[in-house]
């Protein structure tokens, strides 16, 4: 009936594993937990391993790294089950109902999408806070926001699909980095008319990223937003889009890229300090955009 698929990534899946292991067995239904592995470090697939022990669970790990979209792919394909959950491994299920409040509102056609939460105390490791206050300032978004506009709001790391409708759509797999998948996947059900409802069933998100690798992948993310513009795949209501596009209307584009150029290191700088201005990632991300699609396409 219930196929609950984690695509893993350096992170210890196993806290996750026993609560939804736990969750669905008091429903008393047919069910399996695929948890795919995609190149993680030695330790953390040494720790991961044990989750096998569990009856129906899975784990797999891939001999490459073949990206959040492909990883993704696979596990729809493999499921045995006509329902799907994904859940993002660093993730943590806090309502005893998680599992069932999917479940009761499946219908067999609609997406839905639980939300994320992010938690409420600042991190006191200094490096975790620009990943957390980036989460808690521009990811959450409020039910009311999600239901109002559900297509753009679209994440993957919380999301119920009825296999059937995952394989009209499944990810892109041109995009190999981090960043804006999910952007395209809410596309993709907008265009084939597959209704989405945005729920409040939240999970939180426990895999902060330390300061130099959120900028990393912030970066990665805004390389696959160019990538999708120069493919026609981009949606124009992006805001980082909307920026660029009447910049480069109104003329004024080369003369922004040498004003945030010049003032790169500065912005990187204040990142790192203990009270980051999202501003600065901001003016960074207009930045990175701008110098990928003076780029030749290819």
């Known amino acids: 009936m219930l196929s609950i698929l984690i695509p893993v990534y350096n992170f210890d899946v196993r806290l996750l594993v026993a609560e939804l292991y736990e969750q669905v067995n008091e429903l008393d239904i047919e069910f399996e937990i695929r948890c795919y592995d995609d190149g993680s470090y030695f330790d953390?697939?040494?720790?991961?391993?044990?989750?096998a022990a569990y009856p129906n669970?899975?784990?797999?790990?891939?001999?490459?790294?073949?990206?959040?979209?492909?990883?993704?792919?696979?596990?729809?394909?493999?499921?045995?089950?006509?329902?799907?959950?994904?859940?993002?491994?660093d993730s943590l299920c806090e309502k005893g109902n998680f599992i069932k409040t999917y479940l009761d509102l499946n219908d067999g056609k609609t997406v839905i999408c639980g939300g994320t939460r992010y938690a409420a105390e600042t991190p006191q490791d200094q490096s975790l806070v620009l990943h957390w206050k980036t989460g808690r300032e521009r990811e959450i978004t409020p039910l009311e926001e999600r239901r109002s506009r559900p297509y753009?709001?679209?994440?993957?790391?919380n999301f119920f699909i009825p296999k059937q409708v995952f394989e009209k759509v499944s990810f892109n797999e041109d995009l190999v980095k981090y960043g804006h998948e999910d952007t395209l996947f809410g596309q993709h059900l907008k265009q084939h008319k597959i209704p989405i409802?945005?729920?409040?069933?939240?999970?939180?998100?426990?895999?902060?990223?330390?300061t130099?690798?959120?900028?990393?992948?912030?970066?990665?993310?805004?390389?696959?937003?160019?990538?999708?513009?120069?493919?026609g795949l981009?949606?124009?209501?992006?805001?980082?889009?909307?920026?660029?596009?009447?910049?480069?209307?109104?003329?004024?584009?080369?003369?922004m890229f040498k004003k945030l150029d010049r003032n790169?290191?500065?912005?990187?700088?204040?990142?790192?300090?203990?009270?980051?201005?999202?501003?600065?990632?901001d003016k960074l991300k207009l930045l990175w955009l701008m110098e990928e699609m003076r780029k030749e396409v290819g």
């Not at 409802?197 to 330390?210: A, C, D, M, S």
Request: glycine share 2%; with cysteine.
């Open 152 to 157: 753009r709001s679209f994440k993957s790391n």
């Open 234 to 255: 981009a949606d124009k209501t992006i805001t980082l889009y909307k920026a660029y596009r009447t910049l480069s209307f109104l003329r004024l584009e080369k003369k």
């Open 197 to 210: 409802l945005q729920i409040e069933n939240p999970v939180l998100h426990l895999g902060l990223k330390g």
């Open 44 to 51: 953390f697939r040494m720790n991961n391993q044990r989750i």
């Open 264 to 281: 790169r290191n500065f912005y990187l700088n204040q990142l790192y300090s203990s009270d980051p201005d999202l501003r600065k990632l």
């Open 57 to 89: 669970v899975t784990y797999r790990e891939l001999p490459e790294n073949i990206g959040r979209s492909k990883i993704r792919n696979l596990l729809a394909k493999d499921a045995k089950f006509d329902s799907l959950i994904f859940l993002d491994c």
């Open 212 to 231: 130099h690798h959120f900028i990393e992948s912030t970066h990665h993310a805004v390389e696959n937003l160019a990538y999708l513009i120069k493919q």
